[in-house]
């Protein structure tokens, strides 16, 4: 007789539940790879986009540096020229400056209108040429091309210290000293008086001239072009023949006039200042009448009446 075994509803649930674990267990892991699955996605969505922002911008910095800017021809000194001096094809040539020109600089289309125009200041071999370094047009060259409207060159006779040496060159500001022995000086004890003449004054040009002495030979005499008004050109023309000129550098910086009242030679050897002669100028006795217009209509009459403190 066959034999059967019975098994009981417990046994059947527990053996139920050993076999559905690994299935349960399996869900489990699968769910949690998804999210690992997502993650991992956004990262590389992430990594992907920084990298394309990444790439573009360093493709746009080597554009912007291997990118040449564009480039202007200018006209320029082909070698060294003076003050004074007249520009022609001879001492000109062309450049390429990058960017913008410098404002005021003469393009190549304009340089037919160069021809003939004098310089107000030297120029180097190479730099561009600026409008406002040279003279306006028809009025030639040489010192006269740099002389402003209503102002004077005074040439001044400088001794070899001064001009040799390099202490005065042109665009520098100086101030004029005379010494000398003022006419009609009645204090003896002062000397030789030393005073300031002019102030701020701009230097035009330095040099050297070539004058005849009495025998007929030749010598040269330094020479300092000084940018002055007609006015003060009649006093250094005065000043030339009755005192001795010194020039005194300043700072170009430093423009304020100041009141000096001068020196003498009792001066510097005596222990108290020495009172410098002045000439007094007679004052004009006041009027012995007043006068009054009188306005009657058209008609204008003159009244005189006589000044409490007029002459007798």
Known sequence: MASCTSISGRQLQQVTERCSWPVSQFKTGLQMNRRVLVILFVAFLIAT???LVVVHLVQNQSTTTTKQPATTLVIAAKSNIKLGSILNDDNLT????AGSPPKGAILLKDKKSLAGRGVLSDLYEGEPIIENRLAAVGSGGGLA????????ACAV??????????FVTPGMRVDVLISGTPPGQQNAAQGRVSRTLLQNIQVLSAGTEYQKEAEGKAKTVQVVNLLVTPEQAESLSLA?????IQLVLRNPLDTKITTVPGTATGNLFSGEPVALDKTRRAKKAPSRYLTVEVYNGSKVTEEKFASPGGRK
């Open 240 to 244: 030339s023949e009755q005192a001795k």
């Open 157 to 166: 006779r400088v001794d070899e210290v001064v001009n040799v040496s390099g």
């Open 94 to 97: 062309t450049i390429e400056i």
């Open 49 to 51: 986009v920084c990298t």
């Open 145 to 152: 091309a740099t002389i402003p409207p209503g102002m004077r």
